[in-house]
């Protein structure tokens, strides 16, 4: 996908990721890591522009794209992951968020069994969790930013973490 480096709006250090889309994807995607059926995710997000469509913003590479999602109804952050129409299959609850302050984002995605869990988590406030009734499937990478959903928006990362053990769930705070 395509994104760049900010230098200017950051969390900590001195660069931070940015995807900054007009009608289309953006996104980076890790080099390939182990094959694990478990993935647990952090990462500071800010958003500049919120997403004009519903779409994911923190995710594993599976085909279906579990993960962190922004749904632009409601302006929150919900777990979830894309059918097989690419349409976004939200959890019941999500986490209200606003443009101009850094979110801590936790993500587990277990695709070890039928079905799969994605649990979704913003500061530490518990978003509802998403099952998907898929065979297992292991993956080896992770995704910043917006696959296969083509919104406008403005959205950094910074202090990405990652795990392949479980309970490393959440991550939490920290650079």
Do not use: E, M
Request: with cysteine; charged share 10%.
């Amino acid at each position: 996908g395509t994104g760049s480096f900010s230098t200017t709006t950051v969390r900590t250090g001195v660069r931070s990721f940015r995807v900054n889309p007009t009608l289309g994807s953006s996104y980076w995607q890790s080099v390939t890591l182990v094959s694990a059926n478990v993935w647990v995710i952090r990462s500071y997000v800010r958003f500049t522009a919120l997403p004009t469509l519903t779409c994911n913003v923190l995710t594993t590479a599976h085909s279906r794209v579990p993960g962190a999602y922004f749904n632009a109804t409601d302006s929150k952050i919900y777990a979830g992951y894309n059918d097989t129409s690419f349409i976004p299959q939200l959890g019941a609850t999500g986490v209200a968020v606003t443009t101009g302050v850094w979110y801590r984002v936790d993500v587990k995605v277990d695709s070890s069994a039928n079905p799969w869990t994605i649990d979704v988590q913003v500061d530490g406030a518990v978003a509802g969790q998403k099952t998907n009734a898929t065979a297992a499937l292991a993956t080896t990478q992770i995704r910043l930013g917006i696959v296969q959903l083509s919104p406008t928006a403005d959205i950094f990362y910074d202090d990405v973490a990652a795990s392949n053990t479980a309970g490393d769930y959440p991550l939490g705070a920290g650079q």
